[in-house]
T-cell receptor, first 115, second 113 residues
Framework: GAVVSQHPSRVICKSGTSVKIECRSLDFQATTMFWYRQFPKQSLMLMATSNEGSKATYEQGVEKDKFLINHASLTLSTLTVTSAHPEDSSFYIC???????????FGPGTRLTVL | DQQVKQNSPSLSVQEGRISILNCDYTNSMFDYFLWYKKYPAEGPTFLISISSIKDKNEDGRFTVFLNKSAKHLSLHIVPSQPGDSAVYFCAASAVGGTYKYIFGTGTRLKVLA
């Protein structure tokens, strides 16, 4: 149980385009989903927290207009990187937790490369 | 300000011996701690957790110890196996908050056959 999937696993796009990453909880209802990014050989940095049906809460320094997060259902959250630039290239990972649970379960990650 | 620190970036251990990974935190509001294992280009895999009301939690080969007064936790893996080679992250969260985690910087464990 507690499986989280992400799609796509890797994406390459041109500078200026937008990219959407999906995060799904496959066997549980995720009341809260989290989006992280990880730079090479660094820790996971939380970008935002999203609760189903409400606006995401962004961490300090994360541009909410650039990283659009939607959590429209209890099993799906999306992260859209708008007008992507090479500095947005990173490994993006989502996680999900169900109500009453403290543990987050992570997706496999999405490698974004912006040319 | 790094609230969760893993001061050893890497650790090498012989197969069959004990691996001890350490983690220190500064925020006294943290009351739930976890260890995750991560391979390159994959998401973290949950290993074990501990709440602040306990000082030890064991699951198979994995044991987590929490010393609240020292704001220190450790993960013991015994016996270590080559398949345990990965990067290990500790994470902490504060109850009553948003359930968000603060991750440490990770320790790369290499188990030598």
């Amino acid at each position: 149980g507690a499986v989280v999937s992400q799609h796509p696993s890797r994406v390459i796009c041109k500078s200026g385009t937008s990219v959407k990453i999906e995060c799904r909880s496959l066997d549980f209802q995720a009341t809260t989903m989290f989006w992280y990014r990880q730079f090479p050989k660094q820790s996971l940095m939380l970008m935002a927290t999203s609760n189903e049906g409400s606006k995401a809460t962004y961490e300090q320094g994360v541009e909410k207009d650039k990283f659009l997060i939607n959590h429209a259902s209890l099993t799906l959250s999306t992260l859209t990187v708008t007008s992507a630039h090479p500095e947005d290239s990173s490994f993006y990972i989502c996680s999900a937790r169900s109500q009453g649970e403290d543990t987050q379960y992570f997706g496999p990650g999405t490698r974004l490369t912006v040319l | 300000d790094q609230q969760v620190k893993q001061n050893s970036p890497s650790l090498s251990v012989q197969e069959g011996r004990i691996s001890i990974l350490n983690c220190d935190y500064t925020n006294s509001m943290f009351d739930y701690f976890l260890w995750y294992k991560k391979y390159p280009a994959e998401g973290p895999t949950f290993l074990i957790s501990i709440s602040s009301i306990k000082d030890k939690n064991e699951d198979g080969r994995f044991t987590v110890f929490l010393n609240k007064s020292a704001k220190h936790l450790s993960l013991h893996i015994v016996p270590s196996q080559p398949g345990d080679s990965a990067v290990y992250f500790c994470a902490a969260s504060a109850v009553g908050g948003t359930y968000k985690y603060i991750f440490g910087t990770g320790t790369r464990l290499k188990v030598l056959a």
